[in-house]
C-alpha cells in the first residue's frame, strides 16, 4: 500500500480543504472503485436487459450467476492474494525490482490452471445447461481469478487517474456490449461480462508490464520454501469465507432460496438489503484508506526505522506514543464517519428503498446489514494494522473466529426466524472488532519486549 500512502500524503502537505477533499476522493475511489463499479454496472446490465424485453427470470438467472462467480473467485484466491502481496511486499523492500513481473506471470499461470481444471470438473459434473453457457462461465471465472490478483498492484501504482480511467472504460464497456449483444439472450449477458472484466485485466496487466521490468518472463520464486507464508493462505481464504458464508447459508437452504439455474439457488429477501447496505461503505473506506496509509503508516515507518538505526529507547518511547495516538485518532475517525454514514441512511432508507421499487418489507434486514458492513470497515482496518505490526497469528484467529461465528450465528437466526436474519453476520463482526482491540491494545502494551526480547 505504500504508494498510495505517498500520493495522499502530498496531496494531504497542500493543506487545503481543496486538497483534503481530493485525497478523500480518491481514497474512496481506489478503495471502493472496483467494487462499486462493479454492482452498479451489473445492476445497470440487468437493467438495460429487462428494459429490452428479456424475460425476468433470463436477467434473473444471469444476476444470480454473476453473484456466484464473484463468490466462488474470491474464496479460491483470497489466500493467494495475501500471500502473493506479502512476497511482493517483500521484494519492494529488497529492492528485487525485477523479480517482481516474471513471478505474477508464474502466479497468474498457475491460477489460470488451477481455476480452469476446477472450473471445468465442477461444469461438467453439476451443471446440464447448453455448452455455451458452460464456458462463458468458466471463462469468466478464470478471468475474475487473475483479475483479482493483478488489483493487488493498483495501490502501488501511482498512476490513480489511468486506473480510474481504465475501470470506467472496461465497465463501460460491459454494459454497452450487454446492449448490443441482448439479442444472444443468457449468452450474451455472460459474454458482455467477459468482455468488461477482460478488458479491465489485460489493460491493468498492460500498465503493469510498463511499471515493472524484467528479463526474464515466468518465475516461481514466490514458491520457495522461505517466501512461504502459509498462514497467509489460510488467512485469505478464512476472510473471504466468513464474508460469504452467511449468503452461501441462505442460498442452499431451501425454506429462504429459490432454484435459478442449474444448482445455483438465490434467496431474494436476504440477497437484495445486504448488496445495497455494501454500497454504504465508501466514506468509511475512504477515511480508513487516508487515515491508515498516512497518519499511521508514517509513524509506524519511523518507529522502526529508529529501532533499525539504534536511537534511544526514549526517542522510541514517544515515536510509539505517537504511533498509538494515530491509531486512536483513526479508529475514531472511522467510526464517526462510518456512523454518520449510517445515521443518514437509517434516515433515507424508507425513501431509497421505495426509489429501488423495493418492498419496506426488507427496511429492518436492510438497516442490520448497514450496521454489519459498517462494523466491517472498522474491522478490516484493525486486520491492516495486525498485518503493519507482523501479528500474523492474530489475523489468522480473528478471521477463523470470524468465519466460525459467521456460519453458527446465521444458522441460530435461521432457526429462530426472519426476524433474526442479517444478526449473524453482524454480531459476529462485533465480537471480532471487540477482541481485535484488546488485542491491538495489548500488542502495543507489549510492542518494546517483543521487538527488542523475541527478536531472532
Given at each position: 500500500m505504500a504508494g498510495i500512502g505517498f500520493e495522499l500524503r502530498k496531496i494531504l502537505s497542500r493543506d487545503s480543504y481543496t486538497a483534503t477533499l481530493h485525497a478523500y476522493v480518491y481514497a474512496g475511489l481506489i478503495s471502493s472503485g472496483p467494487w462499486v463499479l462493479s454492482i452498479i454496472s451489473v445492476m445497470l446490465v440487468g437493467i438495460i436487459s429487462l428494459g429490452l424485453l428479456l424475460p425476468n427470470s433470463l436477467v434473473g438467472q444471469f444476476l444470480v450467476t454473476v453473484t456466484y462467480l464473484m463468490a466462488s473467485?474470491?474464496?479460491?484466491?483470497?489466500?493467494?492474494?495475501?500471500?502473493?502481496?506479502?512476497?511482493?511486499?517483500?521484494?519492494?523492500?529488497?529492492?528485487?525490482?525485477?523479480?517482481?513481473?516474471?513471478?505474477?506471470?508464474?502466479?497468474?499461470?498457475?491460477?489460470?490452471?488451477?481455476?480452469?481444471?476446477?472450473?471445468?470438473?465442477?461444469?461438467?459434473?453439476?451443471?446440464?445447461?447448453?455448452?455455451?453457457?458452460?464456458v462463458l462461465v468458466l471463462s469468466n471465472f478464470v478471468v475474475l481469478c487473475n483479475l483479482w490478483l493483478v488489483i493487488i498492484f493498483l495501490s502501488g501504482m501511482k498512476k490513480y487517474n489511468r486506473i480510474l480511467m481504465v475501470m470506467v472504460v472496461g465497465y463501460s464497456l460491459m454494459v454497452l456490449s450487454a446492449y448490443l449483444l441482448s439479442f444472444l439472450k443468457m449468452p450474451g449477458l455472460l459474454l458482455a461480462l467477459l468482455i468488461g472484466h477482460g478488458s479491465l485485466l489485460f489493460l491493468y496487466l498492460y500498465d503493469i508490464l510498463r511499471e515493472y521490468r524484467a528479463e526474464k518472463m515466468i518465475a516461481f520464486d514466490f514458491l520457495n520454501r522461505r517466501n512461504v507464508f502459509l498462514s497467509l493462505l489460510v488467512t485469505g481464504?478464512?476472510?473471504?469465507?466468513?464474508?460469504?458464508?452467511?449468503?452461501?447459508?441462505?442460498?442452499?437452504?431451501?425454506?429462504?432460496?429459490?432454484?435459478?439455474?442449474?444448482?445455483?439457488?438465490?434467496?431474494?429477501?436476504?440477497?437484495?438489503?445486504?448488496?445495497?447496505?455494501?454500497?454504504?461503505?465508501?466514506?468509511?473506506?475512504?477515511?480508513?484508506?487516508?487515515?491508515i496509509e498516512t497518519d499511521f503508516a508514517e509513524w509506524y515507518d519511523r518507529l522502526f526505522r529508529a529501532i533499525r538505526d539504534g536511537e534511544t529507547l526514549q526517542h522510541i518511547g514517544s515515536l510509539k506514543t505517537e504511533m498509538t495516538l494515530s491509531i486512536r485518532q483513526g479508529l475514531l475517525e472511522i467510526c464517526k464517519v462510518q456512523g454518520l454514514t449510517v445515521v443518514l441512511l437509517f434516515l433515507f432508507a424508507p425513501r431509497l428503498l421505495d426509489w429501488l421499487g423495493i418492498s419496506s418489507y426488507y427496511l429492518p434486514l436492510f438497516y442490520i446489514?448497514?450496521?454489519?458492513?459498517?462494523?466491517?470497515?472498522?474491522?478490516?482496518?484493525?486486520?491492516?494494522?495486525?498485518?503493519?505490526?507482523?501479528?500474523?497469528?492474530?489475523?489468522l484467529e480473528l478471521c477463523v473466529l470470524f468465519a466460525v461465528l459467521n456460519c453458527a450465528l446465521t444458522l441460530l437466526s435461521m432457526h429462530l426466524g426472519p426476524s433474526f436474519f442479517g444478526y449473524g453476520f453482524t454480531l459476529s463482526l462485533l465480537v471480532c472488532v471487540l477482541m481485535?482491540?484488546?488485542?491491538l491494545s495489548s500488542t502495543l502494551e507489549d510492542l518494546e519486549y517483543e521487538t527488542f526480547m523475541l527478536a531472532r
Open positions: 473467485s474470491l474464496i479460491l484466491t483470497g489466500g493467494l492474494q495475501l500471500f502473493f502481496t506479502r512476497f511482493v511486499s517483500d521484494q519492494l523492500f529488497e529492492h528485487n525490482y525485477e523479480k517482481i513481473l516474471p513471478n505474477l506471470l508464474g502466479v497468474l499461470l498457475l491460477v489460470t490452471v488451477g481455476a480452469g481444471v476446477l472450473g471445468v470438473i465442477v461444469l461438467a459434473l453439476l451443471f446440464d445447461q447448453p455448452l455455451i453457457y458452460r481464504f478464512f476472510y473471504n469465507f466468513g464474508i460469504w458464508v452467511d449468503k452461501i447459508l441462505f442460498w442452499f437452504n431451501p425454506a429462504t432460496s429459490n432454484p435459478v439455474i442449474g444448482p445455483l439457488r438465490a434467496s431474494i429477501l436476504y440477497d437484495m438489503p445486504i448488496f445495497i447496505a455494501y454500497l454504504a461503505i465508501i466514506p468509511g473506506m475512504a477515511v480508513f484508506l487516508v487515515r446489514d448497514l450496521i454489519g458492513v459498517s462494523i466491517q470497515v472498522v474491522f478490516m482496518a484493525l486486520l491492516n494494522m495486525f498485518f503493519y505490526l507482523d501479528k500474523r497469528r492474530v489475523v481485535g482491540l484488546a488485542r
